[in-house]
């Protein structure tokens, strides 16, 4: 079938096409990107989707496309409603009915309320390929959207009539692209299947899905503003692709731990449709599905942990990858290998959350798509079929959550008078952007503070409260919250890492001031007026106004240096998040490339290196691999001419791991304090930490004794006190949020040392005072860095 496919010359599919389309059929993904997506070796870029989908929009009745924003790069951010004809021709009417059950507030009488469940359809969306290297998703989500629009089985009809698909097929078209051009670029030589030599979104590379309650990014943002404050999805399904040697599949139930603010019964229905989708494949032969796995549901910033914190229910998936759209050959011995996963430890014998393993074999990326399908339809039938269980029980939680509970603070106040204007005025539209409720007082309030006595504490004119008694009540108490991540072993007693990072306390990171209040005067209530609009608040906070959401900060600098920022081909995240900080505050920069800095092109004032490790500084990406304009690092020929950079009087400013090569290359009288401790005695995989600040020091200007930081498996320095030319401006303080094994180790260590070399000055960040655009506390650190 592909060898006839692939014989049919571009006149022969537009005239197939046109044919298709007289008779008034849905035109199949091939008769318009002329070749089946997901067979070996093509791709379809972003345009050649988008195009596909519009003509699905005019040829089927069952299908709708909006586009919901542009992305990043200017691409149009789309997603493919699909239903009945009848229900796509209510959208608006199905719309309203979920708006109204995600906010139980709304409904006056339980006649109406099942009035609305009768009436209401399941919202179900399934998003594609928010990581762009696992492409095969949005490339399948062509032939699901094809196989909805043209099915009439009984199956599909329920289908169809019960659910509203919200069909995203890609979270992040811009990656779509990047990497279908490299793909095709690359076919036929040696670098086929490797990854781009750059970040597959903009700014963020893979950690565009760790922005889901920050939203830094364009993506993010519209997403969120669709689902949360337009759709209400009770069920969010996010396709993903794991490593080749891993599993074929994983699904839900996840692993441990779960995080405390998770509504239990959430997490059985989660743990539900994926014993469901589990159940399907296996049914239709499907080996090497496992569940209770690898993913846990602590972390609150990713895709599917989002929608737990908007009383919905989230799903992930991750398939085994192909080489991008060449097939693997995967041998027993490569799984064998694959012992460190959590919950799967060897994945060639059969355990009861994995009773059929795959042993290995050709794989291709038609493979993981046939899994995926089945994957989607099951999850479609479970929304179909217990279509008003699933709008009750989302009203449900909502409702629980309005009501006040004796065990939590009745709100957080965010008080007047705080430094960092700037900062309190995007963490407000930060919680805004997802739907949170948030009153600015126009009188004062008098509340109480502590839980168990009464007090009786004025909050001025100003102020901003949150309450808790709102319909995502889980969302706001776990971004004001310290998170408390349980000390986890593993057998030996190194600790056991979780999925992403312990602790994310979002006032802490952004350097915002927030006191829970367990009491409210109740005669004060007229005090409060809801915040509608951010410019509402930034004009009590006496900021200038803005045009448009999200808007761009004043450059902070008071010199105007020339900033250079090194960008090698490994695709550094912390170099992109960087990016988003200089263009967030509009402080020009250039980036360095590889070779700027091999040939000694170093025409800066300070020069920044995000944290990347010495291999990937050195070395860059693999000669074997990647042609030679991507290849090879900076080298040892790019290490002296940095040193002469600062001999010279240039200022080198290094983030976190890129410390460790310059102060081993350089020689610098400064000892890594945490290099070498075993993993059973010293551990943090992402926790707020105190530094204590020596405000004195003009690094320090504009923060607090006590500031936030972020550290995650991060740096900590000794300095000999005798040592000359060596500063420290912070040292480690006590952990604020998430998880230390072994806090000790780190505690009074120097967290922000600067130290003479030659005319010029080298600034070793332990921390990252950037981590992934969240951490507003500690930017200041990195702008006065930057000044002459
Ligand atoms: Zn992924």
Not at 80 to 107: C, H, Q, V
Not at 308 to 322: K, P
Not at 358 to 381: F, P, T, Y
Not at 605 to 614: A, G, H, Q
């Amino acid at each position: 079938m592909q060898k006839l496919r692939s014989r049919l010359t571009p006149l022969a599919l537009l005239v197939l096409a046109l044919a298709a389309a007289a008779l008034g059929q849905v035109a199949s993904p091939q008769s318009v990107v002329g070749f089946h997506p997901t067979d070996d070796k093509v791709v379809a870029d972003w345009h050649q989707i988008t195009d596909y989908f519009a003509k699905l929009d005019k040829a089927s009745s069952r299908v709708a496309v909006k586009e919901i924003g542009k992305t990043t790069n200017g691409n149009p951010l789309i997603v493919a409603f699909i239903s009945s004809p009848a229900n796509i021709k209510d959208l608006e009417k199905y719309r309203r009915i979920s708006a109204r059950l995600a906010d139980p507030r709304t409904i006056v009488s339980d006649a109406e309320r099942d009035d609305l469940i009768k009436n209401g359809k399941t919202i179900v969306s399934i998003a594609c390929s928010i990581h762009s290297t696992e492409l095969v998703a949005a490339q399948m989500s062509m032939n699901l959207a094809y196989e909805l629009a043209t099915a009439n089985d009984t199956d599909t009809k329920e289908i169809l009539d019960n659910t509203i698909l919200l069909l995203i097929p890609s979270s992040n078209p811009d990656g779509v692209d990047i990497v279908a051009n490299w793909y095709k670029k690359t076919l036929g030589t040696k670098s086929e299947g490797t990854a781009p030599p750059e970040l597959y979104h903009h700014y963020a590379g893979h950690d565009d899905n760790r922005d889901w309650f920050m939203l830094d990014l364009a993506e993010t943002q519209a997403i969120t503003k669709f689902f949360w404050k337009e759709w209400f999805p009770q069920i969010v399904y996010d396709v993903h692709q794991q490593g080749s040697n891993a599993s074929r599949f994983i699904l839900p139930p996840f692993y441990d731990p779960v995080n405390p603010r998770v509504d239990p019964s959430i997490l059985r229905e989660v743990g539900l449709i994926g014993y469901k989708m589990a159940a399907d494949l296996q049914a239709k032969g499907v080996q090497g599905v496992a569940t209770n796995s690898t993913y846990d549901t602590w972390w609150h910033g990713g895709f599917r942990s989002a929608p737990y914190y908007h009383n919905s229910i989230g799903i992930l998936s991750e398939a085994g990858s192909a080489n991008l759209m060449s097939p693997a050959t995967i041998k027993p011995e490569d799984l064998a290998r694959n012992r460190n996963t959590r919950g799967l430890p060897n994945l060639l014998e059969s355990s009861t959350n994995y009773p059929d393993p795959w042993k290995g074999g050709v794989w291709h990326a038609s493979d993981i798509a046939n899994i995926e399908m089945i994957a989607c339809r099951s999850l479609l039938q479970m929304a179909a079929k217990f279509r008003p269980k699933y709008l009750r029980q989302f009203y449900e939680y909502g409702a629980a959550n309005v009501k006040p509970s004796a065990d939590d603070p009745v709100a957080f106040v965010v008080p007047a008078g705080q430094p960092n204007a700037g900062n309190v005025s995007r963490f407000l539209e930060i919680l805004m952007a997802q739907g949170i409720e948030v009153h600015q007082l126009v009188k004062e309030l008098h509340v109480s503070t502590a839980k168990s006595v009464p007090s009786r504490t004025e909050m001025p004119l100003g102020s901003f409260v949150v309450f808790t008694n709102q319909p995502q009540r889980p969302n706001v108490l776990s971004l004001f919250e310290k998170q408390v991540y349980p000390k986890r072993l593993l057998p030996n007693g190194d600790a056991e890492a979780p999925y992403d990072v312990a602790g994310w306390t979002l006032p802490l990171q952004m350097g915002v001031e927030s006191v829970p209040i367990w009491q409210v005067d109740g005669a004060e209530a007229s005090s409060l007026k809801p915040l509608n609009d951010i410019n509402q608040a930034r004009s009590v906070l006496n900021l200038p106004g803005q045009a448009g959401p999200f808007g761009k900060e004043p450059n902070p600098l008071k010199t105007s240096p020339r900033v250079g920022l090194y960008k090698g081909f490994t695709g550094s995240m912390d170099e992109g998040w960087t990016r988003l900080v200089f263009d967030t505050f509009q402080v020009p920069y250039s980036s360095v490339s590889d070779a700027d800095i091999r040939s000694g092109k170093l025409d800066y004032d300070s020069l920044v290196l995000p944290s990347d490790s010495e291999n990937q500084i050195l070395n860059g990406l693999s000669a074997e691999r990647y042609p030679a304009e991507f290849a090879g690092g900076i080298g040892d020929a790019g290490v002296e001419n940095l040193k002469s950079f600062v001999q010279n009087g240039g200022k080198l400013i290094c983030f976190d791991q890129s410390c460790a090569m310059v102060i081993k290359r350089f020689g610098l009288p400064v000892k890594e304090a945490l290099a070498g401790i075993k993993r059973s005695e010293f551990y943090d995989p992402g926790s707020i930490v105190q530094l204590d600040v020596d405000t004195k020091q003009p690094l320090a200007r504009g923060l607090g004794p006590d500031t936030a930081a972020y550290f995650t498996s991060s740096s900590a320095f000794d300095v000999d006190k005798d040592a000359k030319g060596v500063t420290v401006d912070a040292r480690y303080g006590p952990l604020l949020s998430g998880w230390t094994l072994g806090e000790k180790y780190r505690d009074g260590k120097a967290a922000l040392v600067e130290v003479t070399y030659g005319k010029g000055k080298i600034v070793l960040f332990g921390f990252r005072p950037q981590h992934r655009g969240q951490t507003w506390g500690t930017f200041p650190f990195i702008f006065n860095a930057l000044e002459k």
